[in-house]
């Protein structure tokens, strides 16, 4: 089957989805409006086209188009005549309402292409009457399935589910048991926490301030990894730095940037915690990463992967922004080796239950069935065939 794929840029969180359709023989085509520096593009290599002239003025009229390019998209005919030749069976289009996305959808429409958006919004939420109308609307016109990787931020409401609208996680890699990192090294537990340098959102400096208020009672270690691309994401990486040498934490806290995707697996199977202290995290993936490789999670009440995070169990959700309950949350985890343990257990055993590659696929061919009454399976659909060949 054709699945082409349209979206700001082939961020990481989407290397594992694409490797299970590419396990399953699916034939993959991702456009994009830019390519990012940590990219990882060993499986697929996504493709820009050519930006139009009315998107460049309109670029420049507006000015600020963001690390996404918002105001981007190819140039219209060229692209309607790229898209018949593709003839994808199902399009997954990021956002449905930037420029480029409504171009694409407006062409799968007319190319009868079976059309699924991607959001990362909580499926169960409080909707206001103006945004109900707007996505039913929006998936009623197209004739469109939409998807989340989200279950909800909170109790689910009255109006909560929209009809064809799924929860479709994004799979993270599951390592197996007998890989998970139980050893705690003589200096304690190892601590990682990851987020671009340049956003003050990801809280860098509270979660070395947490630190800071252990290093006099306990042994441990962290690493800090984030993209540092441009001129501010440098400054605020010196800035942390600094901070970090004057809260005595020099040899405690080891900086990292621009790590490509294949050596993250090595760091997260070298740690022990995981830590995303960032406020209004609209996902967060590499909270689920982190399960993957068992590592106990701690993340804020406003990120959007927290409902993946059980209590005492295989982690803690923290209220944000609070230094007080980050520092008691950690020293929960690093005063006790054996409760560390067991959390690193329940966090590989629900990542396996809930992330895995096959979950997602499981979820993704059950949407297709449902809305498109399309059987996802190659391997099924020959059979099929055979079977009517036979009478």
Same mark, same amino acid.
């Given at each position: 089957?054709?699945?082409?794929?349209?979206?700001?840029?082939?961020?990481?969180?989407?290397?594992?989805?694409?490797?299970?359709?590419?396990?399953?023989?699916?034939?993959?085509?991702?456009?994009?409006?830019?390519?990012?520096?940590?990219?990882?593009?060993?499986?697929?290599?996504?493709?820009?086209?050519?930006?139009?002239?009315?998107?460049?003025?309109?670029?420049?009229?507006?000015?600020?188009?963001?690390?996404?390019?918002?105001?981007?998209?190819?140039?219209?005919?060229?692209?309607?005549?790229?898209?018949?030749?593709?003839?994808?069976?199902?399009?997954?289009?990021?956002?449905?309402?930037?420029?480029?996305?409504?171009?694409?959808?407006?062409?799968?429409?007319?190319?009868?292409?079976?059309?699924?958006?991607?959001?990362?919004?909580?499926?169960?939420?409080?909707?206001?009457?103006?945004?109900?109308?707007?996505?039913?609307?929006?998936?009623?016109?197209?004739?469109?399935?939409?998807?989340?990787?989200?279950?909800?931020?909170?109790?689910?409401?009255?109006?909560?589910?929209?009809?064809?609208?799924?929860?479709?996680?994004?799979?993270?890699?599951?390592?197996?048991?007998?890989?998970?990192?139980?050893?705690?090294?003589?200096?304690?537990?190892?601590?990682?926490?990851?987020?671009?340098?340049?956003?003050?959102?990801?809280?860098?400096?509270?979660?070395?301030?947490?630190?800071?208020?252990?290093?006099?009672?306990?042994?441990? %270690? +962290?690493?800090?990894?984030?993209?540092?691309? &441009?001129?501010?994401?440098?400054?605020? $990486?010196?800035? /942390?730095?600094?901070? =970090?040498?004057?809260?005595?934490?020099?040899?405690?806290?080891?900086?990292?940037?621009?790590?490509?995707?294949?050596?993250?697996?090595?760091?997260?199977?070298?740690?022990?915690?995981?830590?995303?202290?960032?406020?209004?995290?609209?996902?967060?993936?590499?909270?689920?990463?982190?399960?993957?490789?068992?590592?106990?999670?701690?993340?804020?009440?406003?990120?959007?992967?927290?409902?993946?995070?059980?209590?005492?169990?295989?982690?803690?959700?923290?209220?944000?922004?609070?230094?007080?309950?980050?520092?008691?949350?950690?020293?929960?985890?690093?005063?006790?080796?054996?409760?560390?343990?067991?959390?690193?257990?329940?966090?590989?055993?629900?990542?396996?239950?809930?992330? %895995? +590659?096959?979950?997602?696929?499981?979820?993704? &061919?059950?949407?297709?069935?449902?809305? $498109?009454?399309? /059987?996802?399976?190659? =391997?099924?659909?020959?059979?099929?065939?055979?079977?009517?060949?036979?009478?």
């Amino acid at each position: 089957m054709k699945l082409l794929f349209v979206a700001p840029r082939y961020h990481t969180n989407q290397v594992q989805l694409i490797k299970k359709l590419l396990e399953k023989k699916h034939d993959i085509t991702f456009h994009v409006a830019s390519i990012g520096p940590t990219e990882d593009h060993s499986q697929l290599q996504p493709v820009r086209h050519k930006q139009s002239k009315l998107s460049v003025f309109i670029e420049k009229t507006f000015k600020n188009g963001g690390v996404n390019n918002k105001y981007y998209f190819p140039a219209p005919h060229s692209y309607w005549k790229l898209f018949r030749q593709l003839k994808p069976d199902i399009i997954i289009i990021r956002d449905p309402y930037k420029l480029f996305s409504l171009m694409a959808a407006f062409y799968a429409l007319l190319a009868n292409t079976r059309i699924v958006f991607y959001t990362q919004e909580p499926l169960i939420r409080f909707r206001t009457w103006k945004t109900r109308l707007k996505q039913k609307m929006t998936i009623r016109f197209f004739k469109a399935a939409w998807m989340t990787p989200i279950v909800s931020y909170d109790l689910p409401q009255k109006n909560g589910r929209l009809k064809h609208m799924y929860y479709v996680p994004l799979p993270v890699n599951v390592t197996s048991e007998d890989r998970i990192f139980n050893q705690i090294p003589e200096n304690g537990p190892r601590i990682i926490m990851i987020g671009k340098y340049h956003q003050e959102r990801k809280k860098h400096l509270l979660f070395i301030q947490a630190l800071s208020n252990l290093v006099y009672k306990y042994r441990f %270690s +962290a690493t800090i990894v984030g993209e540092c691309a &441009t001129e501010q994401q440098q400054a605020n $990486f010196d800035f /942390l730095k600094q901070q =970090a040498a004057k809260l005595k934490l020099g040899s405690q806290v080891e900086f990292k940037q621009n790590v490509p995707y294949k050596k993250m697996a090595e760091l997260y199977a070298s740690h022990h915690i995981f830590v995303l202290p960032a406020i209004n995290e609209q996902y967060g993936v590499s909270v689920n990463e982190a399960l993957g490789y068992g590592l106990p999670v701690i993340c804020t009440d406003t990120c959007g992967a927290k409902f993946n995070i059980n209590n005492g169990h295989n982690g803690f959700v923290v209220k944000s922004d609070s230094v007080e309950d980050l520092t008691a949350a950690l020293e929960k985890m690093i005063s006790d080796y054996q409760t560390l343990s067991q959390m690193q257990h329940q966090s590989l055993q629900y990542a396996r239950e809930n992330l %895995s +590659a096959d979950v997602f696929y499981s979820k993704f &061919t059950n949407l297709a069935r449902e809305r $498109f009454s399309v /059987l996802m399976n190659i =391997a099924a659909c020959i059979v099929l065939l055979q079977v009517f060949h036979a009478f």
